[in-house]
């Protein structure tokens, strides 16, 4: 398998980057297997194993700090047409004329350490920058990335350097797939599962359950008075006091101001006093306005302002569960649609059960 290994990795991790339009993705996968191939057929202490080892972890480095949209702008095509040159200036160190510069390569530096080495020991400082500043699966994947790309380099045979490079490409697979779950199953503003995933978890119900579709109360007008930004603030608070609710509750974000949170095992009457519960907290947790010129990142020193705006926040909440075995989750769902909106039309900050 050993000869497949690599062909399967990177064709396949190919696809899916051109299928995603991740442009980053392609091109990591492209210099991990153009770096695969050189090892493969290099002589391991020769100069073209060395230049390996100085462009390769160089630029999964630069790979990791370009974002999609800066790979998609000038500077990042000129970088991808300096990432795609390499492998050329790579084939010319075997020229006689070069011979110095490969030696230069294979020489050890400071404290008895190669280029090669060196340029790993700065590819993973910044890699871990990066993956500190941007916290996300895939800066974390080029991380270990790096690390499976070290041991290639440095096990100074073929077939072990193909097994680690492909498995490093294979990192970057996962991670894309990973990612691409986590956009569709995760709601990006509020970090609760989405509708996607709460579709799921209604399949794997039993016949005991209940469901609480929640609305933000005037959040329309809440927008219009204050922006959508403070609109975003309050989804966020909303969710995470919805994140903590209590009966092993699991929230969602539904759509919109809409949540929806998930009793298994629990019938409607039950899950009624936790919802109240919730619909009480959220009334006593008032929401604070945060200025417009409120910078990104807290300050060493905060600055003395004036006094805040300080706004209470009501939600109104219908809840429903399956009125016989056969009841299919989307028709309690349905139900508790209509209990919200009675709650609503019945002035809003309360909860109605469906029956």
Not at 28 to 53: H, K, M, N, S, W
Not at 78 to 91: K, Q, R, T
Not at 148 to 176: D, I, K, Q, R
Request: net charge positive.
């Amino acid at each position: 398998m050993l000869p497949v290994y690599p062909w399967a990795v990177f064709g396949a991790g190919a696809l899916l980057g051109w299928r995603f339009h991740r442009v980053q993705l392609v091109a990591a996968l492209g210099v991990l297997f153009t770096a695969e191939r050189a090892l493969a057929t290099a002589a391991p202490d020769g100069g073209v194993t060395a230049a390996v080892g100085v462009l390769l972890p160089l630029d999964l480095a630069a790979l990791a700090w370009l974002s999609e949209r800066a790979l998609r702008g000038a500077p990042g095509k000129w970088a991808l047409a300096l990432v795609a040159a390499e492998p050329l200036a790579v084939a010319l160190l075997g020229r006689p004329e070069l011979e110095p510069l490969a030696r230069a390569l294979t020489t050890s530096l400071v404290g008895g350490l190669t280029p090669a080495v060196l340029a790993f020991v700065l590819a993973l400082a910044l890699a871990s920058a990066r993956l500190a500043l941007v916290p996300a699966v895939i800066q974390s994947a080029f991380l270990w990335a790096l690390v499976a790309a070290f041991l290639g380099v440095v096990a100074h045979a073929p077939g072990a350097a193909s097994v680690y490079l492909a498995t490093g490409g294979l990192v970057l697979v996962v991670a894309l797939v990973e990612a691409s779950h986590r956009m569709a199953y995760v709601d990006e503003l509020t970090g609760l599962p989405g509708r996607r995933a709460l579709n799921d978890a209604l399949l794997s119900l039993g016949e005991r359950y209940a469901i609480a579709m929640v609305d933000i109360d005037h959040f329309k007008r809440f927008n219009d008075e204050h922006g959508h930004d403070a609109g975003d603030q309050l989804l966020r608070m909303i969710g995470a006091e919805l994140g903590e609710a209590e009966g092993g509750g699991r929230a969602f974000r539904y759509g919109g101001e809409e949540f929806a949170v998930l009793y298994p095992g629990r019938a409607a009457a039950e899950a009624l006093p936790h919802c109240e519960a919730l619909r009480r907290r959220i009334e006593a947790t008032a929401f604070t306005l945060r200025g417009r010129d409120r910078p990104a990142r807290k300050p060493a020193q905060p600055r003395a302002g004036g006094p805040r705006a300080r706004l209470s926040v009501t939600v109104s909440i219908g809840v429903a569960g399956p009125e016989t075995p056969d009841t299919e989750p989307d028709e309690v769902v349905r139900a508790a649609d209509r209990a919200l909106y009675r709650a609503k039309r019945a002035g809003r900050n309360r909860v109605y059960s469906a029956t």
